[in-house]
């Protein structure tokens, strides 16, 4: 007995775009209902080989607004290999798009390969004799390919540059321009960005030719689902507060950010003590440790992730109820980066920032930013009495900003008791 493969209803809400009809049953199998407003958009412009210049809010389908495009153009195009370049600024968000791309090839006999840092050579240089359809790349490692004469570019017909304001930020503009001086000019350019400093605009000026554009939301805004909460505590009194509140949301996916590598240790050692599932993903991590905590955390074995920025874009992970700022980040954009790991693809979440007074500056900021205030809110049970010790501890350290710093705290919000189901 043969098994039947299920059939793509007529009235399939992708079916518009005249997808390949491989690429269309694997959109069905994976539980699309509906495109979100910049696959409505952008894929129609990706579909006719126009440059894309695309603004959108974190978490908003990106992935699949370039990706559907690229497949069935390579489908039906019968490109050279490879046909595809897409860069990401971060190896986890290569593997995250490679895997998306793979779902979405998973009825054609497209390869889709990442190639990334942190890992042997041998795999990717094996992979890339098989041949490639569509390569997802670092920009530092695809440059060491290029040297060694394992990969080369003259056949790339399409460029996807993903989350290019990270890029920039990194440090990778001339590691970008060294690509694209290597593929050829006869191509369609897609650029995704969060955000557009005057340097992603000159470079979008540079490398696409008469680009749509499409902006969904005002740029570098906060995901329409989110609650904002900010939690004033005194420095000293962080790591106790941020215990209290792990108790109180009872969530399966939390997501925590620190300023730096070694306080997020610092955390996930402590938040251990207190029987959490938790782990934690930073530079000083190898390769296979960082896959193995999001894979962990993707999977549930994790409930609760330390992050330091390294995370803050592109990680998508089905479920993230919250995201707790412990440390405020150093921009107002890097802070809607880190709370749009939640109230993603149109979802609610939950913002919540440990404020210390030191720190009421960069709140500031960030509420002029976002448009509205922050909600002030305090746990019935704590004490913020508390003095600070003597000689404070990495974590009662205060996070490095400006102002001096109090040592006592009182709120006139009272926010609701949640019965304690997490951890304990």
Do not use: C, W
């Amino acid at each position: 007995m043969t098994k039947e493969k299920p059939k793509i209803e007529e009235h399939s809400v992708f079916r518009h775009f005249a997808l390949d009809e491989r690429i269309l049953r694997a959109v069905a199998h994976l539980g699309y209902e509906r495109p979100t407003p910049i696959q409505e958009q952008a894929i129609p412009l990706a579909l006719a080989g126009q440059d894309v210049m695309g603004a959108a809010q974190t978490g908003t389908g990106k992935t699949a607004a370039f990706g559907l495009p690229l497949l069935h153009r390579v489908l039906s195009e019968k490109f050279d290999k490879p046909a595809a370049l897409v860069l990401s600024p971060t190896r986890e968000l290569a593997v995250q798009i490679e895997e998306s791309l793979k779902k979405y090839a998973k009825h054609t006999r497209l390869k889709v390969l990442a190639i990334y840092g942190g890992v042997g050579y041998g795999p990717q240089v094996d992979g890339l004799k098989k041949g490639a359809d569509i390569i997802v790349a670092t920009p530092g490692r695809l440059l060491d390919h290029v040297s060694r004469g394992t990969l080369h570019l003259e056949s790339l017909r399409m460029l996807v540059l993903d989350e290019a304001d990270r890029m920039l930020d990194m440090g990778f503009l001339p590691d970008v321009r060294r690509i694209i001086a290597r593929i050829p000019k006869e191509r369609q350019t897609m650029l995704f960005s969060a955000t557009f400093p005057d340097e992603v605009t000159k470079l979008s000026k540079e490398i696409l030719n008469n680009p749509k554009l499409v902006q969904i939301g005002h740029k570098s805004s906060a995901a329409r689902g989110l609650t904002h909460t900010a939690y004033p505590v005194p420095a000293h009194l962080k790591p106790d507060l941020l215990t209290e509140i792990l108790f109180e949301i009872n969530s399966p996916a939390v997501l925590i950010f620190t300023r730096t590598k070694h306080r997020a240790d610092r955390i996930q050692k402590m938040l251990t003590k207190h029987k959490f599932e938790v782990t934690s993903l930073h530079s000083d991590r190898t390769q296979k440790q960082r896959m193995a905590a999001l894979d962990g955390f993707k999977q549930g074995k994790y409930r609760v992730m330390v992050a330091t920025d390294i995370a803050a874009r592109g990680i998508d992970v089905t479920g993230i109820t919250h995201v707790i700022n412990y440390d405020l980040p150093a921009t107002s954009e890097d802070y809607v980066h880190r709370t749009g790991r939640t109230a993603r693809a149109e979802r609610l979440g939950d913002a919540l920032t440990l404020v210390a007074p030191d720190e009421e500056v960069l709140l500031r900021e960030i509420e002029r930013h976002l448009g509205q205030a922050m909600t002030r809110a305090a746990l019935n049970h704590f004490d913020y009495t508390v003095a600070a010790p003597e000689k404070a501890t990495g974590l009662q350290k205060t996070s490095g900003t400006v102002g001096p710093q109090a040592k006592t705290f009182t709120s006139s919000h009272r926010r609701p008791k949640i019965p304690r189901k997490m951890g304990r």
